[in-house]
């Protein structure tokens, strides 16, 4: 099975701030990643898939790049709205989630 | 617009099966490249992939779980039913069903459109 581990698990951060989480792969899933945010009670809202690729009404401040077992997700500059839970999300095989970094302030 | 909304059982008896319902609308599982997926979450961890079934009937599943997830779908009631049998307290969670907007090639997923989930305990 692929383990998907995200770090860190806790970031604090500030509005304005520039942050990157990362998540690593045990084998090469290519480009086959996705990232989600969850806030407390709500369902996962996807970000980015194939790694790099924004969906559509996503802010641009937020980027995910990287390919085989190395990926990033980065927030250019925080909104209050931006703090929450984000988890990656390998679709290479079968499907595993990392264990999620939690954004606050 | 897409909208998918799961439906079933809040509380269950330990050893007993569970059917949940994933009952959607602004899509059709008739169509090439669709699917369906579920995903759970206990309370304060993270998320896990169960299960997906795609348009052709095809049907993945999370390996550790398999041997007890059934999942199926129903074209003309635009349905989608997870079935896992033998709960226990460890499978207490929020259920999530969720539309593919792709994947690898025509397999595997992720997700773009979520339920609002529905929390399943397990308790006698």
Not at chain 1, 30 to 45: E, F, I, M, R, V
Not at chain 2, 28 to 54: D, F, H, M, N
């Amino acid at each position: 099975d692929i383990q998907m581990t995200q770090s860190p698990s806790t970031l604090s951060a500030s509005v304005g701030d520039r942050v990157t989480i990362s998540c690593r792969a045990t084998q090469s899933i290519s480009s086959y990643l996705a990232w989600y945010q969850q806030k407390p009670g709500k369902a996962p809202n996807l970000l980015i898939y194939q790694a790099s690729t924004l969906r559509s009404g996503v802010p641009s401040r937020f980027s995910g790049s990287g390919s085989g077992t190395e990926f990033t997700l980065t927030i250019s500059s925080l909104q209050p709205d931006d703090f929450a839970t984000y988890y990656c999300q390998q679709y290479n095989t079968y499907s595993t989630f990392g264990q999620g970094t939690n954004l606050d302030i | 617009q897409i909208t998918l909304k799961e439906s079933g059982p809040t509380l269950v008896t330990p050893t007993q099966a569970l059917a949940l319902t994933c009952t959607f609308s602004g899509f059709s599982l008739s169509t090439s490249g669709v699917g369906v997926g579920w995903i759970r979450q206990p309370p304060g961890k993270a998320l896990e992939w169960l299960a997906v079934i795609y348009w052709d009937d095809d049907k993945r599943y999370s390996p550790s779980m398999k041997s007890r997830l059934t999942i199926t779908k129903d074209t003309s009631t635009n349905q989608v039913v997870l079935t896992m049998t033998n709960m226990d307290p460890a499978d207490t969670a929020t259920y999530y069903c969720a539309h593919r907007l792709g994947g690898n090639g025509w397999n595997e997923a992720y997700f773009d459109f979520w339920g609002q989930g529905i929390l399943v305990t397990v308790s006698s």
